[in-house]
């Protein structure tokens, strides 16, 4: 019986191991979606406040312009 115990023992231990292996690899599976995910937004949102900074340095160009007319 003893033996039997222990033999379920080391089974369940191996059982155990293989599920935090799993459990692992998933968990980096989602850090890596998570990682591209965030740096998708962030490139959207640069791309964003890029176009916006040019765009303000556009009006700024046409307002100096029009100042040095007057």
Do not use: N, P, Y
């Amino acid at each position: 019986k003893e033996r039997d115990f222990s033999s379920d023992l080391e089974r369940r231990l191996v059982e155990l191991r293989e599920l935090e292996a799993d459990e692992k690899r998933k968990l980096e599976l989602w850090k890596g979606q998570f990682r591209s995910h965030i740096q998708e937004r962030f490139s959207a949102r640069l791309s964003a406040v890029e176009e916006a900074g040019s765009s303000f340095d556009r009006e700024l160009t046409d307002v100096e312009t029009q100042m040095k007319q007057v």
